[in-house]
């Protein structure tokens, strides 16, 4: 396990940074979470060896003195040989863990608040609640309020340029807020997240009212860290990245309690290395959690009223659970990609796959709506693509993400495909699962990208006619294959056009996807009872579209003459009526079920065939 730390290059010298990163490096083992805490000229290193029944905590520091450096402390050959054989010892694992059983925090001015700011994907949303279930756990309260927070917590994101200038921004005005605050000292400003693991030196240096960075395997660690930030401008600091870290024992606290909508990580990280992409290098390297932990998680929420689970993870549907035994059917009759795709590393055999797992968070309530984001087109085996199409409750809706319609740039990419391999795919899965919604991803101005290349981006656009998609123009980042080994040689104002050019056939497309839903009757989640038109709820059909219908009374099923309230979290038949940009209209009929629409649908158009007759 390689060990990632930091250094400021004012404190240290050569010898001392040599030893200090020695020490992280060859003396942590796989189970090791490790920290940095800086404060002037010193920096304390705290190692938590973690075994199934371990759980020791030792630390060590290193000072800088004038002309004399003191290596005492440094481990030699025989230490990193004895700390090879772990100890294990048996505790009581329902006791408090060491680090927190003395704990002394600061007094704070309004009783351990905390107030979080949620940046980029659905996945940080989910990191956000995962970090509140942990701070809750140890004595803090949630604020809307920020004028009445203790800490703030900013859940970063880092996949583009635009995503980080917006978090630098804020950071500006939370330090003036915090100049500003009656307690000095206060409040406590955290960077959670991808930019965290990414810029955790800049923003120690640049910004100095930040006093937490923690990375996206690290929330664990929080309330320790939140100790060691005093008052005195002690910056602390955990961004290492684990190899088995998912968080599986840990049940999120949902932010929005009244949504009957719910997020649910089956796995993290990502080993694609797409050579534009930021991803392994701030969410490290895949792991998946255990069927068993989702199946649970997924019955606590159904047993909570909640309508709707997104299965989340870097790339979602290249889930494997290796603590199962067993092998996935998908390997053993058809492999585990889908058809003329490739990766970069090696074929991964062994435990339960994402159709496996699809199969049996299905099953546990038929009338919960199961979505999944982001996948990678390459783990679409037939099998993923027959479940979705068999289960009425798995959403007819798929996401996509092509980055480009060129075979010369996805090969720049490493995406592992072709423009005709991506076309494929599209068709295979269209024809198995008819009325499927396809959404996708396209970068712009990517390094070394023609004009014909572009073209070929805008007639993948016409070929697919997506229903939405998410455009951006490339911007390069750090530590990629791309930044190391390509020129971003497309200039700026090249980039912007042809983003337009791509938007504009996007627009010009949409009218005609969507016009051919209009008068068809489709099943509707009511997700709010209120919205910026009075008396109209707002809900989502199963292609992941927003409806917006008026509220009135209807009919409790489709052949009964009663009539009930439409609330959230009911299912709604709604007759679409008009397609404006990015929704749609509709007229609600009757209240259905997952299980039944089709039956109902069948009925109605009987009824209505006699009515004509």
């Given at each position: 396990?390689?060990?990632?730390?930091?250094?400021?290059?004012?404190?240290?010298?050569?010898?001392?940074?040599?030893?200090?990163?020695?020490?992280?490096?060859?003396?942590?083992?796989?189970?090791?979470?490790?920290?940095?805490?800086?404060?002037?000229?010193?920096?304390?290193?705290?190692?938590?060896?973690?075994?199934?029944?371990?759980?020791?905590?030792?630390?060590?520091?290193?000072?800088?003195?004038?002309?004399?450096?003191?290596?005492?402390?440094?481990?030699?050959?025989?230490?990193?040989?004895?700390?090879?054989?772990?100890?294990?010892?048996?505790?009581?694992?329902?006791?408090?863990?060491?680090?927190?059983?003395?704990?002394?925090?600061?007094?704070?001015?309004?009783?351990?608040?905390?107030?979080?700011?949620?940046?980029?994907?659905?996945?940080?949303?989910?990191?956000?609640?995962?970090?509140?279930?942990?701070?809750?756990?140890?004595?803090?309260?949630?604020?809307?309020?920020?004028?009445?927070?203790?800490?703030?917590?900013?859940?970063?994101?880092?996949?583009?340029?635009?995503?980080?200038?917006?978090?630098?921004?804020?950071?500006?005005?939370?330090?003036?807020?915090?100049?500003?605050?009656?307690?000095?000292?206060?409040?406590?400003?955290?960077?959670?997240?991808?930019?965290?693991?990414?810029?955790?030196?800049?923003?120690?240096?640049?910004?100095?009212?930040?006093?937490?960075?923690?990375?996206?395997?690290?929330?664990?660690?929080?309330?320790?860290?939140?100790?060691?930030?005093?008052?005195?401008?002690?910056?602390?600091?955990?961004?290492?990245?684990?190899?088995?870290?998912?968080?599986?024992?840990?049940?999120?606290?949902?932010?929005?309690?009244?949504?009957?909508?719910?997020?649910?990580?089956?796995?993290?990280?990502?080993?694609?290395?797409?050579?534009?992409?930021?991803?392994?290098?701030?969410?490290?390297?895949?792991?998946?959690?255990?069927?068993?932990?989702?199946?649970?998680?997924?019955?606590?929420?159904?047993?909570?009223?909640?309508?709707?689970?997104?299965?989340?993870?870097?790339?979602?549907?290249?889930?494997?659970?290796?603590?199962?035994?067993?092998?996935?059917?998908?390997?053993?009759?058809?492999?585990?990609?889908?058809r003329g795709f490739k990766t970069i590393y090696k074929p991964k055999h062994g435990g339960l796959r994402f159709a496996d797992l699809l199969d049996k968070v299905?099953?546990?309530?038929?009338?919960?709506?199961?979505?999944?984001?982001?996948?990678?087109?390459?783990?679409?085996?037939?099998?993923?693509?027959?479940?979705?199409?068999?289960?009425?409750?798995?959403?007819?809706?798929?996401?996509?993400?092509?980055?480009?319609?060129?075979?010369?740039?996805?090969?720049?990419?490493?995406?592992?495909?072709?423009?005709?391999?991506?076309?494929?795919?599209?068709?295979?899965?269209?024809?198995?699962?008819?009325?499927?919604?396809?959404?996708?991803?396209?970068?712009?101005?990517?390094?070394?990208?023609?004009?014909?290349?572009?073209?070929?981006?805008?007639?993948?656009?016409?070929?697919?006619?997506?229903?939405?998609?998410?455009?951006?123009?490339?911007?390069?980042?750090?530590?990629?294959?791309?930044?190391?080994?390509?020129?971003?040689?497309?200039?700026?104002?090249?980039?912007?056009?042809?983003?337009?050019?791509?938007?504009?056939?996007?627009?010009?497309?949409?009218?005609?996807?969507?016009?051919?839903?209009?008068?068809?009757?489709?099943?509707?989640?009511?997700?709010?009872?209120?919205?910026?038109?009075?008396?109209?709820?707002?809900?989502?059909?199963?292609?992941?579209?927003?409806?917006?219908?008026?509220?009135?009374?209807?009919?409790?099923?489709?052949?009964?003459?009663?009539?009930?309230?439409?609330?959230?979290?009911?299912?709604?038949?709604?007759?679409?009526?008009?397609?404006?940009?990015?929704?749609?209209?509709g007229i609600p009929l009757y209240h259905s079920s997952v299980r039944s629409f089709r039956v109902d649908e069948q009925k109605q158009r009987s009824e209505k065939?006699?009515?004509?007759?």
């Open positions: 396990m390689k060990t990632f730390s930091i250094f400021r290059n004012h404190a240290f010298g050569k010898i001392q940074q040599r030893a200090f990163s020695t020490l992280l490096r060859d003396n942590i083992d796989r189970k090791t979470s490790a920290s940095c805490c800086i404060h002037g000229n010193h920096v304390t290193q705290t190692e938590c060896n973690i075994s199934s029944n371990n759980l020791q905590f030792w630390s060590r520091a290193f000072s800088s003195g004038t002309k004399k450096v003191d290596l005492s402390h440094v481990p030699d050959i025989k230490d990193f040989i004895k700390s090879s054989q772990p100890r294990i010892d048996h505790v009581n694992l329902d006791e408090v863990p060491p680090y927190l059983e003395n704990a002394v925090y600061a007094p704070p001015p309004n009783g351990k608040t905390v107030y979080f700011e949620m940046y980029g994907c659905q996945m940080n949303v989910n990191d956000g609640e995962y970090a509140w279930a942990i701070l809750k756990e140890a004595g803090y309260m949630k604020t809307t309020d920020i004028n009445m927070a203790d800490v703030i917590m900013l859940v970063t994101c880092s996949i583009r340029e635009k995503a980080e200038d917006k978090i630098w921004n804020r950071l500006k005005q939370l330090k003036s807020h915090k100049q500003n605050y009656h307690t000095p000292g206060y409040p406590k400003i955290g960077i959670l997240g991808c930019m965290a693991e990414r810029l955790k030196k800049k923003i120690v240096e640049k910004e100095k009212a930040v006093d937490i960075v923690a990375g996206p395997d690290a929330y664990r660690d929080l309330p320790r860290l939140l100790e060691r930030a005093t008052t005195d401008s002690t910056t602390a600091i955990n961004t290492m990245l684990s190899v088995d870290e998912t968080y599986a024992d840990i049940m999120p606290v949902r932010f929005d309690q009244e949504s009957k909508t719910a997020f649910v990580s089956i796995m993290r990280g990502c080993d694609n290395m797409c050579s534009y992409c930021i991803v392994p290098f701030t969410r490290g390297r895949e792991r998946s959690r255990p069927v068993t932990s989702i199946l649970e998680e997924i019955r606590i929420l159904s047993e909570q009223g909640i309508k709707q689970v997104n299965l989340l993870g870097q790339n979602v549907n290249s889930y494997r659970d290796l603590s199962e035994t067993q092998h996935s059917a998908v390997e053993v009759n058809t492999g585990n990609m889908s299905s099953q546990v309530d038929p009338e919960m709506r199961i979505r999944f984001i982001s996948p990678h087109p390459k783990d679409f085996p037939d099998e993923v693509l027959q479940i979705i199409s068999e289960r009425e409750n798995i959403c007819k809706q798929i996401h996509l993400p092509a980055q480009s319609g060129s075979s010369n740039v996805l090969k720049l990419m490493r995406r592992g495909h072709t423009r005709e391999d991506y076309l494929n795919l599209v068709e295979r899965i269209r024809t198995l699962i008819p009325g499927v919604v396809l959404s996708t991803d396209i970068i712009s101005g990517f390094c070394g990208e023609t004009d014909s290349d572009h073209e070929d981006t805008l007639s993948l656009m016409n070929l697919v006619k997506y229903e939405y998609a998410f455009l951006f123009k490339y911007s390069m980042r750090q530590k990629t294959h791309a930044y190391h080994k390509m020129n971003d040689d497309v200039p700026e104002e090249i980039k912007s056009q042809r983003l337009q050019e791509v938007i504009q056939v996007y627009q010009d497309v949409l009218p005609t996807v969507h016009q051919k839903t209009v008068g068809k009757t489709l099943l509707v989640l009511i997700e709010k009872d209120k919205t910026k038109v009075p008396n109209t709820v707002q809900g989502r059909t199963d292609g992941n579209v927003k409806v917006f219908i008026p509220n009135y009374d209807v009919a409790s099923s489709v052949t009964s003459q009663n009539t009930r309230t439409v609330c959230t979290g009911d299912y709604i038949a709604v007759e679409v009526t008009s397609y404006k940009p990015n929704s749609y209209r065939l006699k009515s004509a007759v």
